[in-house]
């Protein structure tokens, strides 16, 4: 699973040929979560409330590079890196 961006202890990753809605992976210490692009609604998994607002804060900000790479991992290409939240 291709990781995309890391920061504050928070990695993202997408998968190649993941299942619909597009959606990213941030796992934080022992917890993950399942947040679509679009909506950057959580569906699967928990992070702590801080990790969650911080990687909340970062998709807003990045919304179309996530599309752009779940794009490339459905057509099985390498997603690219994603700035990090600073």
Request: overall charge negative.
């Amino acid at each position: 699973m291709p990781e995309v961006s890391r920061f504050f202890g928070i990695v993202i990753r997408l998968f190649h040929g993941d299942h619909h809605p597009p959606h990213f992976h941030a796992s934080y210490e022992e917890h993950e979560a399942l947040v679509e692009i679009e909506t950057l609604a959580v569906y699967r998994g928990w992070l702590p409330r801080r990790a969650l607002a911080l990687v909340l804060e970062w998709a807003a900000q990045r919304r179309g590079e996530l599309r752009a790479a779940w794009t490339l991992c459905q057509q099985g290409k390498p997603p690219g890196r994603i700035e990090p939240l600073e």
